[in-house]
T-cell receptor, first 112, second 115 residues
Framework: DTEVTQTPKHLVMGMTNKKSLKCEQH?????MYWYKQKAKKPPELMFV???????INESVPSRFSPECPNSSLLNLHLHALQPEDSALYLC???????????FGDGTRLSIL | AQSVTQPDIHITVSEGASLELRCNYS??????LFWYVQSPGQGLQLLLK??????LVQGIKGFEAEFKRSQSSFNLRKPSVHWSDAAEYFC?????????????FGTGTRLTVIP
């Protein structure tokens, strides 16, 4: 069982829809991450939050909008996505200093 | 710049046989190294990590890995593979000021286990 919980597990949306992905952890971790993973590829880092502040944005298109409302919760707001955005979106968390990342099971997103 | 190479895209082993998955990294300083496993439709599970100290690290599920600085390698091993070990394995190197917080993944090795 993972200690990082992601909802929903699956999401199908049209290109004009607005939806959000949610990630939650209660391990007291102060760093949280969003990754995108295409089939048969490694995860690619999208965003890093450190102490609820955005610290890394890997040149992600603005149609992806992250939000960290508190230390336990991380959202990814989606708007006007493209078919190539279909992927597994993984959330991870870690203690700030030199501790490994713990991953959730991901949200499988399909854009119609 | 940091990078990770996993030269084997796909490996097939018989159940009960030994396993070694290769990982080579490129990083200017002492790296933070990790092995993760991903089953189909699942997230990534940490198998083991190397930060410093003993170069042979033990992980979960009977896995171990050895850090060899001279070869820039961090190969994963298991003496006897079980059918449940079939999955995708990713080697990763941590970089940046906090080491583990900026991960670069290899392209993965898919492990198939035959009875």
């Amino acid at each position: 069982d993972t200690e990082v919980t992601q909802t929903p597990k699956h999401l199908v949306m049209g290109m004009t829809n607005k939806k959000s992905l949610k990630c939650e952890q209660h391990m007291g971790h102060r760093a949280m991450y969003w990754y995108k993973q295409k089939a048969k590829k490694p995860p690619e880092l999208m965003f890093v939050y450190s102490y609820e502040k955005l610290s890394i944005n890997e040149s992600v298109p603005s149609r992806f909008s992250p939000e960290c409302p508190n230390s336990s919760l991380l959202n990814l707001h989606l708007h006007a996505l493209q078919p190539e955005d279909s992927a597994l979106y993984l959330c991870a968390s870690s203690l700030i200093q030199d501790q490994p990342q713990h991953f959730g099971d991901g949200t499988r997103l399909s854009i119609l | 710049a940091q990078s990770v190479t996993q030269p084997d895209i796909h490996i097939t082993v018989s159940e009960g046989a030994s396993l070694e998955l290769r990982c080579n990294y490129s990083y200017g300083a002492t790296p933070y190294l990790f092995w993760y496993v991903q089953s189909p439709g699942q997230g990534l599970q940490l198998l083991l990590k190397y930060f410093s100290g003993d170069t042979l690290v033990q992980g979960i599920k009977g896995f171990e890995a050895e850090f060899k600085r001279s070869q820039s390698s961090f190969n994963l091993r298991k003496p006897s593979v079980h059918w449940s070990d079939a999955a995708e394995y990713f080697c990763a190197v941590g970089a940046g000021l906090t080491g583990a917080n900026n991960l670069f993944f290899g392209t993965g090795t898919r492990l198939t286990v035959i009875p």
